[in-house]
């Protein structure tokens, strides 16, 4: 069982910076086994993927939607993720969760094993 802590969301005014991050709170159960993936949740839509990480951290993968603008990246000996996002925008507003996997398949929510328990991100115009 790992679990996954989250923190450093908030409210900013559109193209401002905020970086989150996605710890696993026991090191006896840390990240490094598993790939990790961001995702967000806006009100009244589906949850929907952002970006990916290897567990090695020298691949990522990200959605259209935040591609050139968010960056993750993983340290393992800290057990950590985090996703920094740059140029926010007003549509970026959700609750956005970090989640662990062991599959291949890393834009399908199912295949996740582990979730945080969210972040509320408010980008303000």
């Known amino acids: 069982q790992v679990s996954l802590v989250q923190s450093g969301g908030g409210w900013v005014q559109a193209g401002d910076s905020l970086t989150l991050s996605c710890t696993a709170s026991?090191?006896?159960?840390?990240?490094?086994?598993?790939?990790m993936g961001w995702f967000r949740q806006a009100p009244g839509k589906d949850r929907e993927f952002l970006a990916h990480?290897?567990?090695?951290?020298?691949?990522?993968t990200y959605d259209g939607s935040v591609k050139g603008r968010f960056t993750i990246s993983r340290d393992n000996a800290e057990n950590t993720v985090s996703l920094q996002m740059n140029s926010l925008k007003p549509e970026d507003t959700a609750v956005y969760f970090c989640?662990?996997?062991?599959?291949?398949?890393?834009?399908?929510?199912?295949?996740?094993?582990?979730w945080g328990e969210g972040t509320q991100v408010t980008v303000s115009s």
């Open positions: 989640a662990a996997s062991t599959s291949p398949y890393i834009h399908i929510l199912s295949t996740y094993r582990y």
């Open positions: 026991d090191p006896g159960h840390g990240l490094a086994s598993y790939s």
């Open positions: 990480i290897n567990w090695q951290g020298d691949k990522t």
